[in-house]
Nanobody, 114 residues
Framework: VQLLESGGGLVQPGGSLRLSCAASGFAFSTFTMSWVRQAPGKGLEWVSFILSGGSTSYADSVKGRFTISRDNAKNTLYLQMNSLKPQDTAAYYC?????????WGQGTLVTVSS
């Protein structure tokens, strides 16, 4: 299993970013995928998940601003982040839930600052 995130960077408050997670080594379309973040000096915070059938769920802190999606043909998970706030600054991790085991990517850093 390999998960490779990309798309992080520095953005001003109110801006947008789209994160991607390229997955390989497993049947991507079959399993639930999630985004989890960790702000500097804080613990892990679940952001969103998407089921194999496409149903989604979001943390209250990002609801209405973030959109999770998946392209099963490309084995890729996305997180569209709009109206970014300084408190969204964090390392963002892609996570796969495969047969009750969790697999993580290496993370991509998002910094929201003016």
């Amino acid at each position: 299993v390999q998960l490779l995130e990309s798309g992080g960077g520095l953005v001003q408050p109110g801006g947008s970013l789209r994160l991607s997670c390229a997955a390989s080594g497993f049947a991507f379309s079959t399993f639930t995928m999630s985004w989890v973040r960790q702000a500097p000096g804080k613990g892990l915070e679940w952001v969103s998940f998407i089921l194999s059938g496409g149903s989604t769920s979001y943390a209250d802190s990002v609801k209405g601003r973030f959109t999770i999606s998946r392209d099963n043909a490309k084995n890729t998970l996305y997180l569209q982040m709009n109206s970014l706030k300084p408190q969204d600054t964090a390392a963002y991790y892609c996570r796969a839930n495969i047969l009750s085991r969790l697999y993580w990517g290496q993370g991509t850093l998002v910094t929201v600052s003016s």
